[in-house]
């Protein structure tokens, strides 16, 4: 993949990111980045494998309220099926940026309620997140991983529920979660040629709480206020998370 005014340097594909038209200040155009790009190249390997089928903006099978407005269903970005029988297995959520908290909350909330019974009588979360950013400073990943922290549980001056307990059913002991979660979550950082990945993996136990779980998971990467690539992340949970530039795995951090 390249940018609109760069040959791309390999054989590998012929996408590009576009620009935006030039201001009338006569400013450089500058590309645009968006979440677009990147589920069509996640749709473009999907095509060269043999394991599963796809489809793209899949309506949901749940109802959700995200306004005053009551419930209605909602869209999943991609969604992967088998192919012996079409049962879908897994779905996928694209980000661009740093979008606001209702933004993120919203599609967290979409692959936890779509869980997928196991045939056992259980309800399973399988998913992926992928995130692309163009540039990260010092600020950025931060104000990104505070997000996701907060989908979960309501801060002090909130005095709504979050989107998450208004989405899901409750029981006599609270709100009631799916038995397993696991979402796989990649962040990309174009310009700095790095990426994150992590595992979040969740099985309902006594004395096992979802919310904690998921604050130690985001807690695994370590946001420094260096300038550099590699002063701005690091990794202080491997076993949950892998650090990556465009040699491969970082192994040491």
Not at 36 to 58: K, M, P
Not at 86 to 104: C, Q
Not at 175 to 189: A, D, K
Not at 196 to 223: A, H, M, R, V
Request: charged share 25%; aromatic share 12%.
């Amino acid at each position: 993949m390249g940018a609109f005014n760069k040959r791309p340097e390999t054989l590998g594909g012929r996408l590009i990111f576009p620009a935006y038209s030039e201001k009338a200040n006569g400013a450089e155009r500058v590309e645009r980045i968006s979440e677009q790009e990147a589920r069509f190249v996640y749709s473009r390997i999907l095509e060269g494998c043999n394991g599963y089928f796809y489809s793209i903006e899949t309506p949901t099978e749940k109802s959700y309220s995200f306004s005053s407005k009551g419930e209605r269903s909602a869209m999943s970005d991609l969604s992967l099926y088998k192919v012996s029988d079409l049962t879908k297995v897994v779905n996928v959520e694209f980000k661009a940026h740093n979008p606001d908290k209702n933004a993120i909350h919203k599609d967290v909330v979409k692959l936890v309620k779509e869980a997928i019974p196991d045939g056992n009588g259980q309800t399973v979360v399988i998913g992926n997140w992928y995130h692309l950013l163009q540039n990260a400073d010092k600020g950025t990943i931060p104000s990104i991983l505070q997000k996701f922290q907060s989908v979960f549980d309501s801060s002090p001056e909130d005095k709504e529920p979050t989107v998450m307990k208004r989405n899901l059913e409750t029981n006599e002991t609270g709100v009631s979660y799916p038995e397993e979660l696991y979402i796989l979550f990649t962040f990309c950082v174009l310009n700095k040629r790095f990426a994150l990945e992590g595992l979040f993996k969740y099985s309902k136990t006594p004395g096992k709480k979802l919310e904690s779980c998921w604050q130690d998971f985001f807690n695994g990467i370590n946001c420094s206020p260096g300038a550099e690539r590699d002063s701005i992340f690091s990794v202080s949970d491997p076993k949950q998370w892998t650090a990556y530039d465009e040699d491969g795995p970082i192994t040491s951090q």
